[in-house]
């Protein structure tokens, strides 16, 4: 008997329906709690380390990635965690031009969700270089100081 058949048997059919129309209606879900229940919303996404359901939090970040969360600030956010990966302290560096720079470029980020994903499962510096736009600048700081 194949692993699949084994698995079917062990779960229902109404399982797999629930499974699926939880799968098929989450991106209105996330629409809605961010319309609906936006304080909430924004507390969960801009909670690293709040655990989330995978089908959910995937969409968050698709959703993410398109733009969608006009409240969300990557720089806030996103770049001090990823500033610690490339062994920069966010309160130690100064807020010179090139920091407003690589804020500007964190908001602007065509991949916030990717990062997103990558900041709330610990990614390493080396995954992180191969996304992040800020990575060379991050890089040239960290040499610095």
Known sequence: MAHTDITKRRTSWWERLGEHCYR???????????NEASLTFEELINDLGAPLDAIFEREVAR????????AFVPAETL???MMQRFGLEASRIAEDSDVRAMRRTCNACPVAGH??????????????????????AFDRRAAVA
Do not use: H, I, K
Not at 24 to 34: A, G
Not at 63 to 70: H, R, V
């Open 24 to 34: 098929v209606s989450t991106p209105q879900l996330v629409r809605d709690m961010q």
């Open 115 to 136: 990062c997103w994903r990558a900041m709330r499962r610990d990614a390493g510096v080396e995954e992180c270089r191969g996304f992040c736009p800020n990575a060379e």
């Open 63 to 70: 959703q993410m990635n398109q733009g969608a969360y006009l």
């Open 79 to 81: 770049m001090p965690v």
